[in-house]
């Protein structure tokens, strides 16, 4: 891959830290500013492509493979719905979130941050397993399977 | 009216969602097996649950996050609805039993939890689209389904799977996005997107180009969505490659759920004002249904392919239901949401059966089907009662929906239509015939005359649906009475 520039592998890897608490940033801040789950997944998902697209897509799959993504992709779902759950089995509607804390402003605050954190995991884990289905894809030297981990 | 919440509208739709990621993260192709037939099951007895319900209190409601609508999301049953959503889980019920054998055959082995991942996403985006009541969340249900229905028909072994898939989702987008922009039409105008505050709503309105556009396009895209001749271009293929258990999972339960998006715009929505009067839908409607009913069938009695054949003759089958609609009586929607049940047995029992035969024999075309009814009785005979049925046979489901239509015609005096029903019956005859003529009256090709094994668990999901289409031909008055009450509800309001 890209060994020899020197100048992107520097800046990379400076840039990738400060995207990521970015991402961080926009997810656990998203209830009082601009932002939310969807946009800090993207964010997040954008630090490992910029990093497949420096150091090239075998190492990227070794620090973060994809039964990985597919577990954040997952996981997430799970988090958004299971807020839903949880709130029926404390008494009260589907994602009435009111119920999960002393207060229902409390309760309001604790749900739109598990909702979002699951929203944000979910957008993460799809973003780079789509990048890494067509990067695998068009590359020719991983043949294209979805199952796979590599 | 108004009822408390009923947790299991929402657990109906919850449950199918929630498996789907467990499913992917079981990643085992049994994992993924068990859980999805669990889930299908619960899924069936909630909604005999929620039937039993709503046949009780006349609706069940479920408010999402405790805001009342028409601000917050509701989930609304009435009778119309708990029929589809028995349909749809019923058939889910059957399916996954089936799909075992058939998918370890049809689909790669490291693929099996993500087809699992995807059919319990379609299950739960068509019930989604039965139970909610808002237009919007429809449009996210409607979505859930479709995109699940584009994965599931590309796993098809065939090659030409993928370009089906494609032509789908092209088609299915376009019909999704008139959709939307109906909606937003309609919100623009009216400022809500609650199905219910909209029927309120709609008679100040409905003079106004704005909700005409809107309903223009609503009409579209549904009709894209339930492949209505002209629209039906995406579904031959999609049904003909895509694999054995999701073209009859999809063939019983998809354009249904479809046909009750129609029905709920047109008799919920823009329930309280004479839109036949405003808008020519009538004579359109009525057209498009004739022309599937005998175009379609034309096309299906020059198919060589078994599936395509029968895909020809779900656009005809379609082209019924839309007729009774059309027809804007109680007797003509009591009709046609008999047939949605009728077909979905009938359609059902003839792609397992032909799902079977591929199984075991991997023939699907007229000429290898030669002689099948002699190396595999058990499963030709499932087939022809769903043939019989398709033609309409007095004692099978066929007969019930065709005379409850005829009757619907006569009552509005409308002779000519009756007359064409069972006139295009006779195409069915055709089309039927052929494949009872090679499959008893030819002689099995001699390379190939040992008897052709099929697995006990798809032979009883078959013979469940078989069973079911002649306990329902026999006896339609449980279904004919559903019907009609979904009809009168529809009709008097929600």
Redesign the interface.
């Known amino acids: 891959m890209m060994v020899e520039k020197v100048l992107l592998r520097v800046i990379a890897k400076l840039l990738i830290p400060l995207i990521m608490l970015f991402a961080l940033y926009v997810q656990f801040h998203g209830d009082f500013g601009p932002g939310g789950g969807f946009q800090a997944g993207v964010i997040f998902a954008v630090a490992f492509i910029l990093y497949a697209l420096i150091f090239g897509i075998r190492v990227a799959r070794k620090s973060i493979p994809s039964s990985v993504t597919?577990?954040l992709?997952?996981?997430g779902?799970?988090i958004y719905?299971?807020t839903?759950?949880l709130t029926?089995l404390l008494g009260?509607?589907?994602?009435?979130?009111?119920v999960l804390g002393s207060t229902p402003l409390a309760g309001q605050h604790l749900g739109i941050l598990l909702v979002e954190f699951g929203v944000g995991m979910t957008v993460a884990g799809a973003m780079i397993t789509i990048f890494y289905t067509f990067a695998g894809h068009a590359n020719g030297d991983l043949p294209f399977?979805?199952?796979?981990d590599r | 009216m108004i009822t408390a919440s009923d947790p299991w509208l929402l657990l109906l739709v919850v449950v199918p969602l929630l498996a789907a990621p467990v499913c992917v993260l079981l990643r085992s192709p049994s994992g993924a097996w068990s859980v999805a037939t669990a889930v299908s099951w619960a899924v069936f007895g909630i909604s005999i649950k929620l039937l039993l319900t709503v046949l009780e209190h006349g609706q069940a409601v479920y408010r999402i996050g405790g805001w009342d609508a028409p601000w917050g999301i509701e989930y609304v049953l009435d009778p119309l609805g708990a029929f589809v959503v028995l349909i749809v889980a019923g058939i889910g019920a059957v399916t996954m039993p089936y799909a075992k054998r058939s998918v370890e055959k049809e689909i790669r082995k490291d693929r099996i939890y993500l087809f699992y991942t995807m059919l319990l996403l379609c299950l739960s985006g068509l019930l989604g689209i039965t139970v909610t009541g808002d237009a919007f969340n429809l449009f996210v249900f409607l979505e859930i389904s479709s995109l699940s229905t584009y994965v599931l028909i590309s796993m098809g072994q065939d090659r030409r799977a993928l370009t089906a898939a494609f032509r789908y989702l092209i088609m299915g987008t376009i019909g999704a996005t008139f959709y939307i922009i109906g909606v937003g039409l309609m919100y623009q105008v009216t400022g809500t997107l609650n199905f219910a505050d909209l029927k309120t709503i709609m008679p100040a309105v409905i003079e106004t180009r704005t909700i005409l556009a809107a309903l223009a396009f609503l009409t579209v895209g549904i009709s894209l969505k339930l492949a209505l001749f002209p629209l039906h271009m995406w579904l031959p293929n999609a049904y003909t490659f895509a694999p054995s258990v999701v073209t009859a999972f999809l063939a019983a339960t998809a354009t249904k759920v479809s046909v009750y998006v129609l029905l709920r715009i047109i008799f919920t929505v823009f329930g309280d004002v004479d839109i036949f009067a405003s808008f020519p839908l009538q004579p359109v409607l009525i057209a498009m249904a004739l022309a599937a009913m005998f175009l379609a069938s034309l096309s299906a009695i020059w198919q060589e392919n078994v599936k395509r054949m029968l895909a020809y003759s779900s656009i005809a089958q379609i082209g019924y239901i839309v007729l009774g609609i059309a027809l804007a009586t109680e007797a003509g929607l009591s009709g046609g949401i008999v047939h949605m049940f009728n077909h979905a047995l009938m359609k059902g029992t003839a792609f397992f059966a032909i799902g079977a035969v591929i199984y075991a024999t991997g023939a699907v075309t007229l000429k290898d089907l030669e002689g099948i009814g002699k190396r595999m009785p058990v499963t030709m005979a499932a087939f022809v009662i769903a043939g019989l049925g398709l033609i309409g046979v007095p004692l099978t489901p066929g007969f019930i929906s065709k005379w409850q239509l005829v009757t619907a015609a006569l009552e509005l005096d409308m002779w000519p239509l009756a007359a064409l029903i069972l006139l295009s019956s006779l195409l069915a005859v055709i089309y039927v015939w052929r494949v009872f003529e090679v499959a008893y009256l030819r002689e099995p090709a001699i390379t190939a005359d040992k008897p052709a094994d099929v697995p006990l668990s798809m032979l009883v999901p078959i013979w469940t649906l078989a069973g079911a289409a002649i306990y329902f031909g026999a006896n339609g008055t449980f279904t004919l009475d559903l019907a009609d009450t979904a009809a009168r509800h529809l009709m008097g309001g929600f």
């Open positions: 597919r577990t992709l997952a996981l779902v799970l719905g299971g839903g759950i029926m009260g509607e589907f994602l009435d979130y009111n399977r979805i199952g796979d």
